[in-house]
């Protein structure tokens, strides 16, 4: 059975477009490379399904089979590309998402930035594949960091 290419693209650039974002920022999110992104979106013919599309249906909030049921709209697969709810109660960027959901968690802190009660959140994370040296260096450098954030806290604060 011929997939229809066309189709998939366009309706990935129509829920990117929907919610608003650009081919960098869904890219980005699904941690593909742009050209990749604009070439499902073109509806360039393949001869397999590729590893990128997952990641850019995932990224797009979509349910699992939904990708499928555009490609073979005959197959006993009805499922529309409708983005499911959100995991998270926050309505952060999927960039964000994406980067607070791998690797291991390290440290994260407040900071104090105003009177006014502004703040500032950071969350310290590891990479998903580091050794316990790597992550011990990492959390060298955010012993660091975290002292000069602290002194800008201080100041705005002040």
Do not use: C
Not at 80 to 97: G, K
């Amino acid at each position: 059975m011929a997939y229809d290419w066309t189709a998939l693209g366009r309706e990935i650039r129509n829920s990117r477009i929907a919610q608003g974002m650009t081919q960098d920022d869904l890219a980005a999110a699904a941690r593909v490379s742009r050209a990749s992104l604009q070439n499902l979106e073109r509806g360039a013919v393949r001869t397999r399904v590729p590893t990128s599309l997952r990641a850019v249906t995932d990224a797009l909030g979509w349910a699992p089979t939904a990708a499928l049921s555009i490609l073979q709209p005959d197959a006993d697969i009805k499922v529309a590309p409708q983005p499911q709810e959100p995991t998270s109660a926050f309505d952060l960027p999927l960039r964000v998402q994406q980067e607070l959901h791998d690797g291991p968690l390290l440290d994260s802190t407040v900071i104090d930035l105003s009177d006014s009660g502004a703040r500032m959140v950071v969350v310290v994370k590891g990479k998903s594949d580091a050794t316990p040296e790597e992550l011990r260096q990492a959390l060298l450098a955010w012993v660091k960091a975290q002292q000069v954030l602290d002194t800008l806290g201080e100041s705005a604060a002040g």
